[in-house]
T-cell receptor, first 114, second 114 residues
Framework: DGGITQSPKYLFRKEGQNVTLSCEQN?????MYWYRQDPGQGLRLIYY???????QKGDIAEGYSVSREKKESFPLTVTSAQKNPTAFYLC?????????????FGDGTRLSIL | AQTVTQSQPEMSVQEAETVTLSCTYD???????LFWYKQPPSRQMILVIR??????QNATENRFSVNFQKAAKSFSLKISDSQLGDTAMYFC???????????FGTGTRLKVLA
């Protein structure tokens, strides 16, 4: 079955440490996205990529970095510069062809500070 | 910039009854798409229904239907014959044509009571 796989499900970060969240999709989608979800704030866009080797900042990119070396993969690194990383992170993908293409979401990664 | 507003943070409904969730948006675009997503306690985001702005007919998916008022920039979700499994956060989302970026509302937490 096609879908989006996020790993790990739970992640803990120590102070000053960078951590990387994995997102892999086998839907053959061109576009991939990373969102941060905090209580009462909905989903906020961190980064997105519409094609391999290209990505754009979203609304809250500071303290995060991404890469898009393969169509299937869009890892997110939470750097030590992100002072409040505790949140639920969702990865999504969508086709960029045709009309009203919905986003498909992974199951999320919950990141906490030790 | 586009914005999406969900003014009802929490709602409850008795099982088998009907409930309507509100969503308004602000845009100067004429071609766009609107979506409702459901996020149950498992945190998996599930597409409920979508609406193309150029279509006057309201979208329907089984027990879920929308009331799309383009001039009023309103996109409400009606859930008929509510079931316990409908208990979830519901997010309204906006996407400009060919942009592929979603703008999400802050969500409405719906609880279906037995």
């Amino acid at each position: 079955d096609g879908g989006i796989t996020q790993s790990p499900k739970y992640l803990f970060r120590k102070e000053g440490q960078n951590v990387t969240l994995s997102c892999e999709q086998n839907l053959n989608h061109d576009a991939m996205y990373w969102y941060r979800q905090d209580p009462g704030q909905g989903l906020r866009l961190i980064y997105y990529s519409q094609i391999v080797n290209d990505f754009q900042k979203g609304d809250i990119a500071e303290g995060y970095s991404v890469s898009r070396e393969k169509k299937e993969s869009f890892p997110l690194t939470v750097t030590s510069a992100q002072k409040n990383p505790t949140a639920f992170y969702l990865c999504a993908s969508s086709s960029t062809g045709g009309f009203s293409q919905p986003q498909h979401f992974g199951d999320g990664t919950r990141l906490s500070i030790l | 910039a586009q914005t999406v507003t969900q003014s009802q943070p929490e709602m409850s409904v008795q099982e088998a009854e009907t409930v309507t969730l509100s969503c308004t948006y602000d845009t100067s675009e004429s071609n766009y798409y609107l979506f409702w997503y459901k996020q149950p306690p498992s945190r998996q985001m599930i597409l409920v229904i979508r609406q193309e702005a150029y279509k006057q007919q309201n979208a329907t998916e089984n027990r879920f239907s929308v009331n799309f008022q383009k001039a009023a920039k309103s996109f409400s979700l009606k859930i008929s014959d509510s079931q316990l499994g409908d208990t979830a956060m519901y997010f309204c989302a906006f996407m400009k044509l060919w942009d592929y970026k979603y703008i999400f509302g802050t969500g409405t937490r719906l609880k279906v009571l037995a």
